[in-house]
């Protein structure tokens, strides 16, 4: 049975998908959480820090909903404030310093949009995210487990490897968001879905990301322990790519160019 774009949807915002800190308990050891942005304060929407995976030390950083509404509300649904993006951005600096590579997991319907966090510049915490990451000198891996919402989860995918879970969706604003701009009508969300072109088989298509990842027994051992094998090999490849970012130059450069393949000067 096929399953529509809005399904989809609806099935990327389930609250009984793992979340961030769900793949991170059970995808490392010894992680040890680190908080703060040195600006401002700790944005519990992003959960960052240092773990090993196997015998590689990295650095881990996750975009976190939580699950009851309690935990939700404290985490503003997985929408991060300028001091989480600049709490990531942080961690990613000193990953870059001490050689570690990056693995960002994504799951936000977009960067939090009160006043609050206009006064303290959203817009220029996520440009100057993109900056960073597009000239970070060691691999970074991201994926996206959920929601993946316009600029607020390309500060956290600016990435040698984008990979997608099956059911997560990644798109340059929500359904909803997109039906009120079109036809002043949220309720035509369904139809917003569909052109939206959001799905982890469309968003593969257009080379947005490299692998869609099987959601088969999502949450349990057997997943984690595919997943983690693949993080492995993955990073042990990128650890010899002889030009990181200029690969990740030509990565970026490729999209939306008909054929795809030829490399921009």
């Given at each position: 049975m096929s399953?529509?774009a809005y399904?989809?949807?609806?099935m990327?915002r389930?609250?009984?998908?793992?979340?961030?800190?769900?793949y991170?308990r059970?995808l490392?050891q010894?992680?040890l959480e680190f908080h703060g942005?040195?600006?401002?304060?700790?944005?519990?929407a992003?959960?960052g820090g240092?773990?090993?995976l196997?015998e590689?030390?990295?650095?881990?950083?996750?975009m976190?909903?939580?699950?009851?509404?309690?935990?939700?509300a404290r985490?503003s649904f997985?929408?991060?404030?300028?001091?989480g993006y600049?709490k990531?951005l942080?961690?990613?600096?000193?990953?870059?310093?001490f050689?570690r590579p990056v693995i960002c997991?994504v799951?936000?319907s977009?960067?939090f949009?009160g006043v609050g966090?206009?006064?303290?510049?959203?817009?220029?915490a996520?440009?100057?995210n993109l900056?960073?990451?597009s000239t970070?000198?060691v691999?970074v891996?991201?994926?996206?487990?959920?929601?993946?919402?316009s600029?607020?989860a390309?500060?956290?995918a600016v990435a040698d490897?984008?990979w997608m879970?099956?059911?997560?969706?990644?798109?340059?604003i929500?359904?909803?968001?997109c039906?009120?701009?079109?036809?002043?009508?949220?309720?035509?969300?369904?139809?917003?879905a569909?052109?939206?072109?959001?799905t982890a088989?469309?968003?593969?298509?257009?080379?947005v990301?490299?692998?869609v990842?099987?959601?088969k027994?999502?949450?349990?051992p057997?997943f984690?322990?595919?997943l983690?094998?693949?993080?492995a090999?993955?990073?042990?490849?990128l650890?010899?790519?002889?030009?990181l970012?200029?690969s990740?130059?030509q990565?970026?450069r490729?999209?939306?160019?008909?054929?795809g393949?030829?490399?921009?000067p």
């Open positions: 399953v529509s399904q989809r949807v609806k990327a389930d609250n009984s998908r793992p979340t961030g800190l769900d991170i059970n490392f010894g992680f942005d040195r600006r401002y304060g700790d944005d519990p992003i959960v240092v773990a090993w196997g590689t030390p990295v650095t881990v950083i996750a976190e909903k939580g699950h009851t509404v309690k935990e939700r985490r997985g929408s991060p404030n300028p001091e600049r990531a942080r961690l990613m600096k000193q990953a870059e310093k050689g997991f799951d936000t977009g960067a949009c966090a206009e006064e303290r510049g959203q817009g220029q996520i440009a100057e900056l960073e990451l970070l000198c691999p891996l991201s994926i996206l487990i959920g929601e993946g919402g600029g607020g390309l500060a956290l490897r984008v879970l099956q059911n997560a969706v990644y798109s340059v929500s359904p909803e968001g039906a009120s701009i079109l036809w002043k009508d949220a309720q035509k969300a369904e139809a917003a569909a052109s939206l072109r959001l088989e469309d968003v593969k298509s257009l080379g990301v490299e692998r990842l099987s959601e027994d999502l949450g349990k057997e984690y322990d595919r983690r094998v693949l993080l090999e993955e990073l042990d490849a650890a010899k790519e002889p030009d970012i200029g990740r130059y990565r970026f490729r999209l939306g160019v008909p054929g393949a030829k490399e921009q």
